[in-house]
């Protein structure tokens, strides 16, 4: 007896397109009371409201305007002073001025490798090999160890006796003012790139980019190369 022949199976389609999740939503509950039809107040009239969406990216604040980058730098340079004034006023026996040149080492290392590591990742996104929310985001991790190198310098250096007579020892002193300077107009410079809605950064946010890593490198091999002039001499 011939077994006739089965009809093959259709193949079942797969639909290449990912179904959506449905929409979340909370439910509110209303309570009525007797004066309004007359419904028990455990029993309430429910419904469905969509979920609201996330809220809006938060703005410039006051503390990103350049009233408080001059109102910084007043106070960096009243600090300078007060550094200046406890290096001429403090006697300092060897064992603290050891402890300081070991701290001022560190707070360089800190401060200054931030700086260049900062430098670096801008370099990446320039050839290519970075996106610029990757080089700005990496920047923005790196200011707590550069202010902190940097106020670490200050500290330190007053009680490494430097000689105010000196002329490279007061330009070293508006070096760091000028470094300070430039390091809080730097976080406007980063916020004004961050909020840029552009597809290429403009050119005038990138010339001012440009011209706050010269300034920095200036100021820190300039600062540098005084301290260990100093040292030497």
Same mark, same amino acid.
């Given at each position: 007896?011939?077994?006739?022949?089965?009809? @093959?199976?259709?193949?079942?389609?797969?639909?290449?397109?990912?179904?959506?999740?449905?929409?979340?939503?909370?439910?509110?509950?209303?309570?009525?009371?007797?004066?309004?039809?007359?419904? @028990?107040?455990?029993?309430?009239?429910?419904?469905?409201? @969509?979920?609201?969406?996330?809220?809006?990216?938060?703005?410039?604040?006051?503390?990103?305007?350049?009233?408080?980058?001059?109102?910084?730098?007043?106070?960096?340079?009243?600090?300078?002073?007060? !550094?200046?004034?406890?290096?001429?006023?403090?006697?300092?026996?060897? !064992?603290?001025?050891?402890?300081?040149?070991?701290?001022?080492?560190?707070?360089?290392?800190?401060?200054?490798?931030?700086?260049?590591?900062?430098?670096?990742?801008?370099?990446?996104?320039?050839?290519?090999?970075?996106?610029?929310?990757?080089?700005?985001?990496?920047?923005?991790?790196?200011?707590?160890?550069?202010?902190?190198?940097?106020?670490?310098?200050? !500290?330190?250096?007053?009680?490494?006796?430097?000689?105010?007579?000196?002329?490279?020892?007061?330009?070293?002193?508006?070096?760091?003012?000028?470094?300070?300077?430039?390091?809080?107009?730097?976080?406007?410079?980063?916020?004004?790139?961050?909020?840029?809605?552009?597809?290429?950064?403009?050119?005038?946010?990138?010339?001012?980019?440009?011209?706050?890593?010269?300034?920095?490198?200036?100021?820190?091999?300039? !600062?540098?190369?005084?301290?260990?002039?100093?040292?030497?001499?």
């Amino acid at each position: 007896m011939t077994r006739p022949d089965t009809a @093959p199976e259709s193949p079942t389609l797969i639909s290449p397109v990912t179904p959506l999740a449905p929409r979340q939503v909370r439910a509110d509950t209303v309570s009525w009371g007797a004066m309004h039809g007359g419904r @028990p107040p455990g029993r309430g009239l429910t419904r469905r409201l @969509p979920t609201p969406a996330g809220e809006p990216e938060r703005p410039l604040a006051l503390h990103d305007s350049w009233l408080a980058v001059v109102a910084a730098a007043v106070l960096a340079g009243f600090t300078l002073a007060g !550094a200046a004034w406890i290096s001429v006023h403090v006697e300092v026996d060897s !064992a603290l001025h050891t402890a300081a040149l070991f701290v001022h080492l560190a707070s360089l290392v800190l401060g200054f490798g931030g700086v260049l590591i900062a430098d670096y990742l801008v370099l990446l996104w320039i050839s290519g090999r970075s996106t610029l929310a990757e080089a700005i985001g990496g920047a923005e991790r790196l200011h707590l160890p550069i202010w902190a190198g940097l106020a670490g310098l200050v !500290a330190s250096g007053a009680l490494l006796e430097p000689n105010l007579a000196s002329a490279l020892t007061r330009t070293k002193l508006v070096l760091v003012l000028l470094l300070t300077v430039n390091g809080l107009q730097a976080l406007i410079l980063g916020r004004r790139i961050a909020h840029s809605d552009a597809t290429h950064l403009p050119a005038r946010l990138t010339l001012w980019g440009a011209a706050t890593a010269l300034v920095s490198q200036l100021c820190w091999w300039g !600062a540098v190369w005084i301290g260990f002039w100093n040292a030497e001499n």
